[in-house]
């Protein structure tokens, strides 16, 4: 599985747009970039994946470069309740052999 | 409505003692898996099981047991053979292809 790295913690204010980066410098041909949000003690839920360019749905925008060595999570117009953490997770579709976490990027949002 | 289950939600045992952490899903998946969280770390896999009546070990097996006899259900069994049980556990389950897991409330489980 390939390895990701993100920042520990980020932070940022109610209204603004919060981008977070991971980088997959070894990430294989059919892997795919899934990113995960967790609140204390609950478990995580999908926010979106995607293989390469952008994606987009209700809650976040993926970007991912041609080379896809890094992808970013986009969050538009954060508010409080999007404090969590945001887990980036890379492997090949289908996902019926579990998942890795990272330690994930702790997002705090203040006021 | 359709999800998945924990029971209990908090759990206390004490050293030595086996216990079984409960997971039921209503959402007709077919994979399900358990995986354990402890203090400021991310998730790690114990098991999981794409179909009834198989089941394969993840990356910290050792010291748990699991079974899946019916589609709907995949209890977790702590044994005292788990040295460090105490952490926070999580049922999860999909349908096989997809990458989008449904993750249970969880269960806290604490050794005294």
């Known amino acids: 599985l390939a390895k990701t790295t993100q920042p520990i913690s980020m932070d940022s204010y109610e209204g603004q747009e919060v981008n977070i980066t991971c980088s997959h410098n070894?990430?294989?041909?059919?892997?795919?970039i899934t990113w995960y949000q967790q609140f204390p003690s609950q478990g995580p839920r999908f926010i979106i994946q995607g293989y390469k360019t952008k994606v987009t749905n209700e809650v976040a925008s993926l970007f991912i470069p041609a080379d896809r060595k890094s992808s970013t999570l986009s969050l538009p117009r954060v508010s409080l309740s999007d404090t969590a953490v945001y887990y980036c997770?890379?492997?090949?579709?289908?996902?019926?052999?579990?998942?890795?976490f990272g330690k994930g990027t702790h997002l705090i949002i203040q006021p | 409505d359709g999800g998945i289950t924990q029971s209990p939600k908090y759990l206390f045992r004490k050293e030595g003692q086996n216990v079984t952490l409960s997971c039921e899903q209503n959402l007709n998946h077919d994979a399900m898996y358990w995986y354990r969280q402890d203090p400021g770390q991310g998730l790690r896999l114990i098991y999981y099981?794409?179909?009834?009546?198989?089941?394969q070990k993840g990356d910290i097996a050792e010291g748990y047991s699991v079974s899946r006899e019916k589609k709907e259900s995949f209890p977790l069994t702590v044994t005292s053979a788990q040295k460090n049980p105490t952490a926070f556990y999580l049922c999860?389950?999909?349908?096989?292809?997809?990458?989008?897991?449904?993750f249970g409330p969880g269960t806290r489980l604490t050794v005294l």
């Open positions: 099981s794409q179909i009834v009546n198989d089941f």
């Open positions: 999860a389950s999909n349908l096989v292809g997809s990458d989008e897991q449904f």
């Open positions: 997770l890379v492997g090949r579709g289908g996902g019926a052999d579990g998942l890795t």
């Open positions: 070894n990430i294989a041909t059919n892997d795919y």
